[in-house]
């Protein structure tokens, strides 16, 4: 499984980006996406994720503010983000896990939130 993630960039406090995730390869066997994001000094965390059965589970940041989708039966998941904060300030990834248990990651993509 290969994953390209694009639609970060440099948006102030209050606004608004998608960001999507475009499995390729064997999309068949993914079982769960998720979007991650990595801060500078601090750990990547999982915010987002969607199941193949398209529930859905945020962590507590983002919740209200952050959409996890998938426009079935396109493979393409995205994240709607809105009303940026700062602290929203990371490199975000896309991950797929399929049935065996691996994990695929996409390269990052940049977003700023100015202030």
């Known amino acids: 499984v290969q994953l390209q993630a694009s639609g970060g960039g440099l948006v102030q406090a209050g606004g608004s980006l998608r960001l999507s995730c475009a499995p390729s390869?064997?999309?068949?066997?993914?079982?769960?996406v998720g979007w991650y994001r990595q801060a500078p000094g601090k750990q990547r965390e999982l915010i987002a994720g969607?199941?193949?059965?398209?529930?859905?589970d945020y962590t507590d940041s983002v919740k209200g503010r952050f959409t996890i989708s998938r426009d079935n039966p396109e493979p393409t998941v995205y994240l709607q983000m809105n009303n940026l904060k700062p602290e929203d300030t990371a490199v975000y990834y896309c991950a797929a896990t399929v049935r065996l248990g691996t994990t695929y990651w996409g390269r990052g993509t940049q977003v700023t939130v100015s202030s």
């Open positions: 969607i199941s193949s059965d398209g529930s859905t």
């Open positions: 390869g064997s999309i068949r066997t993914i079982k769960t």
